[in-house]
C-alpha cells in the first residue's frame, strides 16, 4: 500500500474572485486580497509545499454555458449569470497566473461552495492516499470554512494557513477564523512545517 500523503489546496484563487483587473479587484475582497498580499504569499508557498514532497491542489468555482449548475435561489450564486461570473473557459475561472500550476496537480471545478460537493476531490485524495490536507484561499467564512468542516468530517487531518486566507473585511476573518479552531490546526505561512503523514 501507498503511504500516505498531504496536499495543500489552493481555494478559489481565481481570477474573478483574486485578480486586481477582475470583477472584485476593487470590491471590499480585493482589498483584503492585497492588504494581505495573499498572491505572493500563496505562490512562495506553493513552492514551499512542493518542495517538501506534497500533492498541490486547485480549487475554482465554475459553471458552464448557459449556467445549468447554478443555483437560482443561492444567495451566493444566483447573480453570477446576469453578472458573467464564474463562466468555464473565460479567463475569470482560470487560477491567478501568478499561482504556478503543474502536471500532475489535483484540479476541481465545483458549482457550490464546499469543494467535496458533486466533484471528484475524495476520488482524487482517496486514490492519491491522502489524510492531511493543508488549506487557504478565499474567502474564509465560505470556501474556506467548507472545506475544513467536510474535510473534518471526512476523517482528514485538516490545517488552515490564516495568513493566506481572507474575507470581505478582518472582522469576517476573523470570526470564521474563530469558529473553525475547533475544526482544524491554524498555522501561518512563513512558520509551517510542510510534512507527509
Same mark, same amino acid.
Given at each position: 500500500?501507498?503511504?500516505?500523503?498531504? *496536499?495543500?489546496?489552493?481555494?478559489?484563487?481565481?481570477?474573478?474572485?483574486?485578480?486586481?483587473?477582475?470583477?472584485?479587484?476593487?470590491?471590499?475582497?480585493?482589498?483584503?486580497?492585497?492588504?494581505?498580499?495573499?498572491?505572493?504569499?500563496?505562490?512562495?508557498?506553493?513552492?514551499?509545499?512542493?518542495?517538501?514532497? &506534497? %500533492?498541490?491542489?486547485?480549487?475554482?468555482?465554475?459553471?458552464?454555458?448557459?449556467?445549468?449548475?447554478?443555483?437560482?435561489?443561492?444567495?451566493?450564486?444566483?447573480?453570477?449569470?446576469?453578472?458573467?461570473?464564474?463562466? %468555464?473557459?473565460?479567463?475569470?475561472?482560470?487560477?491567478?497566473?501568478?499561482?504556478?500550476?503543474?502536471?500532475?496537480?489535483?484540479?476541481?471545478?465545483?458549482?457550490?461552495?464546499?469543494?467535496?460537493?458533486?466533484?471528484?476531490?475524495?476520488?482524487?485524495?482517496?486514490?492519491?492516499?491522502?489524510?492531511? *490536507?493543508?488549506?487557504?484561499?478565499?474567502?474564509?467564512?465560505?470556501?474556506?470554512?467548507?472545506?475544513?468542516?467536510?474535510?473534518?468530517?471526512?476523517?482528514?487531518?485538516?490545517?488552515?494557513?490564516?495568513? &493566506?486566507?481572507?474575507?470581505?473585511?478582518?472582522?469576517?476573518?476573523?470570526?470564521?477564523?474563530?469558529?473553525?479552531?475547533?475544526?482544524?490546526?491554524?498555522?501561518?505561512?512563513?512558520?509551517?512545517?510542510?510534512?507527509?503523514?
Amino acid at each position: 500500500m501507498q503511504p500516505a500523503r498531504a *496536499i495543500y489546496l489552493v481555494l478559489d484563487m481565481q481570477n474573478d474572485l483574486v485578480h486586481a483587473d477582475g470583477p472584485n479587484g476593487k470590491s471590499p475582497l480585493g482589498e483584503q486580497v492585497r492588504k494581505r498580499d495573499l498572491i505572493a504569499k500563496t505562490a512562495r508557498t506553493i513552492k514551499k509545499a512542493r518542495d517538501a514532497g &506534497l %500533492l498541490v491542489g486547485f480549487v475554482r468555482v465554475g459553471f458552464t454555458s448557459g449556467y445549468p449548475e447554478c443555483p437560482p435561489n443561492s444567495p451566493v450564486f444566483s447573480a453570477a449569470p446576469a453578472n458573467g461570473l464564474f463562466k %468555464l473557459g473565460s479567463w475569470g475561472t482560470e487560477i491567478h497566473p501568478d499561482l504556478e500550476q503543474c502536471e500532475g496537480d489535483i484540479q476541481v471545478t465545483k458549482h457550490r461552495v464546499s469543494p467535496f460537493y458533486s466533484t471528484g476531490l475524495e476520488a482524487a485524495l482517496r486514490a492519491r492516499n491522502v489524510t492531511k *490536507i493543508y488549506c487557504s484561499g478565499v474567502s474564509t467564512q465560505a470556501v474556506v470554512q467548507a472545506t475544513v468542516r467536510d474535510g473534518h468530517d471526512r476523517d482528514y487531518e485538516m490545517i488552515v494557513l490564516e495568513d &493566506l486566507s481572507c474575507a470581505h473585511n478582518e472582522q469576517e476573518h476573523e470570526n470564521s477564523m474563530g469558529s473553525l479552531a475547533r475544526f482544524c490546526k491554524v498555522e501561518k505561512s512563513d512558520t509551517v512545517t510542510f510534512s507527509n503523514p
